[in-house]
């Protein structure tokens, strides 16, 4: 059995999103097809436009069969430790074959060397790497700088290798390459600007699309299939969404002007005095973009910042040690997926889990504390959302997976 | 040197407090006035309708002489702690003769009488004391029915003794009590129903008032002198107005949605489960309203938990230890304030701050830890603000005390 699976967020699903699905169909061939889909806070550090539910909705209705979360433990994290979740959730699940992402179909298999020389870091590696660290770089501008440097790589094989995609296209082959398993990557040739609005240019990014909601541009529905329109619609009728960082920009800078600096090197990935030029500038602006404007170097990106942001929101911290998954959460199925999941019962490491509330009794102590930040992370999500009637907590124990069975 | 001292929230200044301060000057007639004034956030656990800084050019408006801050240490504080505060503020200053307060004129005896017994604490009143608050019964309430049963009170000598205003009475004659001191008290018998708003049941309330202002109801103009009028309206015209425990509710149910209720037991006046009812409420519910109408009981008044609320929000540890205050903050003075203020040099056992910046280097550590909460209770304030141009952090740094010079 053929089993193909996506890393995704969704955040919405778009044109670009159904034609990477539907190459990686043609490509492998597959009897069935899973989606290890990221929660409610995503890997740039900010909440997803509308939850996971309505997300799991647009996934099923693509055609993808089998939702399984990728809990906020690893969703909202840097790009090695995203992939860390999603491809271990893949090979614990011991039913996926193929594993597809967007990429530059002709380097694939130059990635695949770059990761396996990443993962086997020698001494020399590390120290220049290091260097160009302290030297300000970005830890992926810093990476490209390395490889140039030490190892056997042209140029050309590094083209890119700082774009957000492509970093986790390297991520997920890093991870493959630690589980040795049997799980074929797939890379999907991106098409076109994604960055580009223009129908000639290929498809519309998410953040593209996601800029004309904030902006009320009533053009976002030209950039997405039909299903998503309609998701999306009716999420905004019920003020279930548009959710943006910016809506939560008043709770996150209260959180950090009521915090102490040795408080806020508790969390995770925040230290060398990130958390000083945080409070600071959380005490004098009121808003994120103030916040990114003053914080932003060379080091550190937008993107860091703003995960960094999001982590002191939930209270993510790094004494929660959280690695790995520990479960597998079903956020939705079709018929196949339905059969998938028995199949899955017995081939799972991890254990399957279709109710939150009795995920705890069949977790262990890791486990726990990846559901607790579960749980924290969608009653943090809901209390910013459009509508006050929508801001209850508790969201992940009232909704069952979400079922499209004929 | 008769000084004049009265200790007030001026939430806003309305005709009460005119008459107040009216006839406190009459009986009293002063060289002199001076004025503690309440921090940002109140007795009540509320955030001021509008900033400290404009409640200052109220109170000089209005013929006080000097005003004083009294830290958010205090003012945010249940009544004993919230009278420490501000009465050890008079007696150290070295020159107040007298302090008013609103009461039943007739029953000051009564009242002094009252604080004493409540002062002297016995075995048997502690004992009574106890069994009806373990029965549930608010402080106020349990305290009342405990002098009722064991000491030598006429009921008729209790009357509204759980009254706000009564309470704060009886703190303040407590307090005189435990500090002995030569102020005088002065009671002046407080007019007509202040929860009415017709002009022939006597003044409105400040809380009357505030709820016209919060309904959009410009009828709030007619309630108050005309100097409270436009700083009240050049205020809400910037925006810096008006402020509401509302508008600070998802900042609020946020951080104790994010907070473990252990580190809520940390917060002042949190105790006996508290921490727990509260957490598991702000999972559930996302308005104030709703978590008031639930944790509400007999023992837990609506103040009580607003006032927890406002601690949570502030980070208000009870480590933190603050019982007296260890400063004089000069928030505004006329030119006679100004001459009482050269006089407070050499008679004020506290050190009087004119700027915060310099503050810190002239206090001792817990003048430090009341400085350090004060700010960041004005960068929290300041936070909700409805103008965002408004909502900066350092306002403390950037105010210097309000001059009203000839």
Redesign the interface.
Known sequence: MKVLSIIAEYNPFHYGHLYHLNEAKKSVNPDITVCILASNFLQRGEPSIVDKWSRTKMALHAGIDLVIELPVAFSCRSAFYYATGAVTSLVKSGVVTHLSFGTEANNLLQLQKIAQVINNEDALYKSVLHDFLGAGFSYPKARILTLEKVLDLKNDDLRELDNPNNILALAYLQVLDILKNDITPVGILRKGDYHSLDPNHGFASASAIRKLIKNNDPNWKNHVPSFTREILENDFKDGKGPLFLDN?E??I???I???NPLELQKIIEINEGLENRIYQS??????IKELLTELKTKRYTYTKIQRSLTHI???YEKSLDLKEPKYLRILGFNSKGQSLLKHMKSSSELPLINRFSNAFKIVDSTGKKILDLEA?AS??Y???LPN?NQ????QDYYNSPIKYLI
Chains 1, 2 share one sequence.
């Open positions: 939560l008043q709770n800078i209260a959180i002007r009521r915090t959380a005490q004098k602006h009121s808003s929101y939930l209270n924290r009653d943090l809901s209390l910013a006050p801001r209850y907590g508790k």
